[in-house]
């Protein structure tokens, strides 16, 4: 770990320390207004199993500082992936997080520290899925079991910040879900939906991350200036799919670089995608 992203990690915790979900109330009334997923035939109901599995498990060896390495999500009693969200997602339950997504998650964080609500959120975009970085590389293909991109990303930030029992929206493209002190509450993505949330005791200023997902075709996230969140959405780089929300809130536009060579030979050798042999045509 560098110099840099050791401080990083210091600022990060003590921010995190300050906000856990212990500290935030809920009216009844706009309760109310969300699905707690309490029924475990609902479809949605692997939230609830997957918060289960990571609430408060910031400490210990989930979370390493020599990258890449392989993390697994977590599965239900089929064996099925209890996390998969997106139009693309994959239904695997294991991601390589590389340091350029230990980096962002770390800047996500000073970003955040910093926020006294003129510069809220931030975009994630680039292009899509792991195509962008095997396209140098013509003896190359992939079985799609991961993609390395902005999707798996916010995923890997979701486990880090539920499991430092942090107040989080995940948003895909029909339901946002809010996991708040233990229990996974879900509504449907409409207008609106990023209202009712929980608000933080003695703060005036404390949006709730919201991760989202969505890549919508001609418009953004339905965010208005009374949101109380702080979004992190994933997206490709066509401005029609951010640009109000963007410039309403002074948020951030961030991208994730290609896969290094090591980083795509390292899923590889995990299992987590194949890279077929080389063409004997082009071999030396």
């Known amino acids: 770990m560098t110099q840099a992203s050791a401080s990083a990690s210091v600022d990060h915790v ?49 979370f390493l500082d020599q990258f890449p390495y392989k993390l697994s999500l977590g599965v239900d ?19 390589l997080v590389t340091k350029a997504y230990d980096d962002m998650y770390h800047r996500l964080m000073l970003l955040r520290r910093d926020d006294d ?18 396209r140098s590389l013509p003896c190359a293909t992939t079985h799609q079991h991961i993609s390395p991109g902005k999707t798996t990303f916010l995923k890997f930030m979701l486990v880090r910040l539920i499991s430092a029992r942090q107040v989080v929206l995940l948003c895909n493209s029909t339901a ?10 879900s509504r449907l993505m409409m207008v609106g939906c990023f209202e009712d949330l929980p608000q933080r005791k003695g703060a005036p200023y404390c949006p709730i991350w919201a991760l989202i997902d969505v ?17 992190i959405q994933s997206s490709s780089p066509n401005p029609i799919r951010w640009k109000h929300w963007k410039k309403q809130n002074g948020a951030a536009m961030l991208g994730l670089p290609l896969w290094k060579m090591e ?5 590889h050798v995990f299992g987590l995608f194949s890279l077929s042999t080389i063409d004997p045509g082009h071999a030396a």
């Open 215 to 231: 890549d919508y075709q001609g418009h953004g996230p339905p965010i208005s200036s009374s949101s109380n969140i702080w979004p």
């Open 263 to 267: 980083e795509l030979m390292e899923g």
């Open 117 to 134: 609500g003129e510069a809220k959120g931030a975009v994630l975009t680039g292009q899509p899925g792991i195509g962008a970085s095997l």
């Open 176 to 185: 946002v879900h809010l996991f708040y002190r233990s229990q996974v509450y």
């Open 77 to 95: 009693e089929n064996g099925a992936s209890l996390l998969r969200f997106g139009p693309d997602s994959t239904s695997r339950n294991r991601i």
């Open 14 to 62: 003590s921010t995190l320390i300050t906000l856990p979900d212990i500290n935030w109330v809920w009216s009844d009334t706009a309760k109310g207004k969300w699905e707690a997923l309490t029924d475990k035939y609902h479809p949605f109901y692997k939230y609830q199993q997957f918060y289960d599995r990571w609430r408060d498990r910031s400490s210990g060896s989930n």
